[in-house]
């Protein structure tokens, strides 16, 4: 039985893995709360040996369950009044995850756009992949919660004309040097970063995405879809068009 202590009312993030609550509370952002939080490391436990909890003395309104569902699904979360455990919530891995992680496609119209939403959507449940909502890049970072390590070295030596060549590659690419050694190690194909125009086209395909999004939305709710929107498609499609012809 968890002992929620003297915590009056707010939640308790329980069956954390050992050695990750203060990751999770720099990742909700508890820090800027202005409440109490309590952090316990190492408890004992009889599911998991030992494991973290985090008692937050505020509302749960102020969780973003979505986030938290995202770093651990595992997570039970506790809500409390008046020193008691009136409800259990078990978290699952949110369908779509908005400015949580970052798309690292160079040609993704997010590397692009500044402003644009990094927006995720779950691709494989089972497997826990996540996808860009612009590109469909696989997000990497999560691999069984921890990344893999490189702890092979190799030196390579380049004359001043090597240097030069790689320097321009990489930069074309918009990726690392490092990184785009290891795409090309590993028999990817690299193209260059898009251009201007090319990033103008990606931002109205990407238009035409949302609108016809929405539009599915709207016709699966009301069983039709309002002319303004078809309208809107139909504009955007022929402007992506002309654009296409133009640049090809």
């Known amino acids: 039985m968890l002992n929620v202590g003297a915590l009056h009312e707010g939640f308790v993030l329980d069956h954390i893995k050992a050695g990750k609550a203060m990751t999770i509370y720099h990742d909700l952002k508890l820090d800027k709360l202005d409440c109490t939080v309590a952090i316990i490391k190492n408890a004992k436990s009889n599911k998991m040996g030992v494991k973290d909890i985090i008692k937050v003395e505020c509302p749960i309104e102020n969780l973003d369950l979505d986030i938290l569902g995202f770093i651990d699904h595992n997570i039970t979360v506790n809500i409390i009044k008046d020193e008691k455990i009136v409800e259990k919530r078990i978290l699952k891995l949110p369908k779509q995850i908005t400015n949580v992680i970052k798309c690292k496609n160079p040609r993704c119209i997010t590397s692009i756009e500044q402003g644009l939403d990094q927006v995720f959507i779950l691709a494989d449940p089972e497997k826990e992949v996540y996808r860009c909502k612009y590109c469909e890049e696989k997000y ?9 390590k490189r702890n092979h070295v190799i030196p390579v030596r380049l004359n001043a004309k090597e240097l030069r060549h790689l320097d321009a590659q990489t930069a074309a690419s918009g990726l690392p040097r490092e990184e785009y050694l290891r795409t090309l190690i590993m028999g990817a194909e690299i193209r260059a970063r898009p251009c201007t125009h090319h ?46 012809k133009e640049m090809w």
């Open 199 to 244: 990033s103008d086209l990606l931002r109205k395909v990407a238009g035409l995405c949302n609108n016809a999004n929405q539009l599915a939305h709207v016709a699966n709710a009301t069983g039709q879809a309002g002319q303004e929107s078809v309208d809107e498609m139909i504009r955007i499609s022929k402007e992506v068009w002309r654009e296409v």
């Open 140 to 148: 990497r970072g999560k691999q069984g919660g921890r990344m893999r």
